[in-house]
């Protein structure tokens, strides 16, 4: 019988990233993609029922590139603390699915975890448009899939 690897948490992964090499930066978004992340919504939430469609995420920018937003997200509801009173209106913080996370990713944004904050990853535009297509395909199978379960009312 083969032995199964533990699964390393995101920030665990992070830590251990050594710089931009290609094999980090595999390790990082396969959990990234495996693992539940904490956002800041500008509303309450519980994270598993379908969110208001008015609720919004909070974006950072991308360092220099000040014009490019990048949804903020957080390994731990601690990380998120950096942010405080200064992140109003966006004062909730929520752990999520992170494929959820890549639902909210805005046309060219990206994603940045733990912004000013140490370990940090930054998912450039085009990864992150990777993973919000993937993502709206899976939600999509799933609505698919769940509706074909649903009975059908024949002869009402």
Same mark, same amino acid.
């Given at each position: ?24 930066? $595999? ?25 208001? &469609? ?25 990380? &998120? ?50 993973? $919000? ?9 799933? $609505?698919?899939? $769940? &509706? ?9």
């Amino acid at each position: 019988m083969s032995e199964q690897k533990p699964v390393i948490s995101l920030e665990e992964t992070l830590k251990n990233a050594k710089g931009n090499d290609e094999q980090s930066i $595999r390790a990082v978004l396969r959990a990234f993609v495996q693992s539940r992340v904490f956002v800041k919504t500008d509303q309450q939430w519980d994270g598993k029922s379908f969110p208001r &469609s008015d609720m919004r995420l909070m974006l950072v920018s991308d360092g220099d590139n000040i014009e490019r937003p990048m949804v903020a997200v957080f390994t731990s509801a601690e990380y &998120s603390n950096v942010y405080g009173q200064e992140a109003a209106p966006f004062t909730h913080t929520v752990e999520v699915d992170a494929a959820w996370v890549s639902l909210g990713v805005p046309e060219n944004g990206g994603i940045m975890v733990n912004p000013n904050s140490a370990p940090n990853f930054r998912i450039g535009p085009e990864v992150a448009g990777v993973l $919000r297509d993937t993502a709206t395909k899976d939600m999509e199978m799933k $609505r698919v899939t $769940r &509706s074909a379960k649903q009975p059908k009312n024949i002869g009402q």
